[in-house]
């Protein structure tokens, strides 16, 4: 499985944008790259997810790079709500399909934002 | 809204006991999945299912085991509990059509063997 590398933590001004790197050198042409977040004393919530292009949603927007090795993912404008554990997976739904998809989320990066 | 449902958010069991962890979705997703989650060591795959009895080992089965006689309950087993499966464990469901892939958590349940 490919696995993506994370720092450990960062911290952001409040009002502030946020860039939340992740890199995944040996992502394979089918995978998907999905950010997660955990709030505290919360089970992990979905953020965003692509393959190719960038995404834009009401929670964040997400930036891949051309060679797919590494992705950002974006708040524009983070708050206090925002401080959370953010995870970044690949998923490949070609295997999820047979039914043998092994989704292993790592540690994350643990964001903090200061008021 | 989707759930994801765990029985118990905390739990205080004794070495050896016998502890069931349920987990139940309403979303009739094909997918469910065990994590536990432990302080710098992130989210760790225990076992996940892609069907009703059938299940698949993930990273740290050992000490474990699932049960999944209906499609929407998946069960977490712990034959002998030992207080270094202390820790929080985390149920997620998804569908099998995996390119939208968003998966749904519980809140967790807080297992604590004394």
């Known amino acids: 499985d490919a696995k993506t590398t994370q720092p450990n933590s960062m911290e952001s001004n409040e009002e502030e944008p946020v860039h939340l790197p992740c890199n995944h050198s040996?992502?394979?042409?089918?995978?998907?790259i999905h950010w997660y977040r955990q709030l505290p004393s919360q089970g992990p919530e979905y953020v965003i997810h692509g393959l190719t292009s960038n995404v834009n949603n009401r929670m964040a927007s997400l930036a891949i790079a051309e060679d797919r090795k590494s992705s950002t993912l974006i708040l524009h404008r983070a708050t206090l709500r925002d401080a959370a554990v953010y995870y970044c997976i690949l998923r490949d739904p070609f295997i999820s399909n047979f039914g043998n998809e092994k989704l292993t989320f790592g540690t994350g990066t643990r964001l903090t934002i200061i008021p | 809204d989707v759930k994801v449902t765990q029985s118990s958010r905390y739990l205080v069991k004794r070495t050896g006991e016998k502890v069931f962890l349920e987990c139940v979705q309403d979303?009739?997703?094909?997918?469910m999945f065990w994590y536990r989650q432990d302080p710098g060591l992130g989210l760790r795959l225990i076992y996940f299912s892609y069907d009703v009895k059938m299940k698949e080992k993930g990273d740290i089965p050992e000490g474990y085991s699932v049960s999944r006689e209906k499609k929407e309950r998946f069960s977490l087993i712990l034959e002998s509990a030992s207080t270094n499966q202390t820790s929080m464990y985390l149920c997620?469901?998804?569908?099998?059509?995996?390119?939208?892939?968003?998966?749904?958590f519980g809140e967790g349940s807080r297992l604590t063997v004394l």
């Open positions: 997620a469901s998804g569908t099998l059509a995996l390119n939208t892939g968003e998966l749904f």
């Open positions: 979303m009739d997703h094909e997918n």
């Open positions: 040996t992502i394979s042409g089918t995978d998907y």
